[in-house]
């Protein structure tokens, strides 16, 4: 690349969003939504129908790209700011509600749920293997 157009490309490089705290409340309004919505459909008989739709499942990725920023400056948020790191683990837990009320009703596949529960929120269903093995137990027996 020119040297040039690298200093030109380095000129235009954006810096990085600062934390305010106003983020605690957009992040906590952000992750605060229902889990689903019912709305009423008309049938052609003349019946009404009730209709669930899952509700967008808000993630750490799509409010970062609504503030601009990435996961990463998040993360380097909740280890600096104390009342951040709070409002995230907020967040988390309302994004847990979300995907167990879904999943519950049926409104996500059973694998997205397992794979999003595993991934997002930590969740483990049992089948790992231990991180420590069990230890081995000897019984010395005596003949009489």
């Given amino acids: 690349m020119p040297a040039k157009t690298r200093a030109r490309t380095l000129k235009t490089r954006e810096k990085p969003l600062k934390y305010q705290p106003e983020f ?7 992750f605060d939504v229902a889990p689903f919505t019912v709305t009423e459909v008309a049938k052609r008989d003349g019946s009404i129908s009730l209709v669930e739709t899952a509700a967008e499942l808000p993630t750490f990725a799509a409010f970062a790209k609504m503030l601009g920023t990435t996961c990463r400056v998040l ?14 683990a907020k967040a988390r837990d309302l994004q847990g509600n979300i995907l167990i009320q879904n999943s519950l009703r049926g409104n996500y596949s059973a694998s997205f749920a397992v794979f999003t529960a595993k991934n997002l929120l930590g969740w483990k269903d049992g089948k790992e293997e231990p991180s420590q093995p069990a230890p081995l137990v000897v019984r010395w027996e005596s003949e009489k």
């Fill in 24 to 30: 605690c409340e957009r992040l906590l309004r952000f």
């Fill in 75 to 88: 993360k380097e948020w909740e280890e600096k700011h104390p009342a951040f790191r709070q409002a995230a």
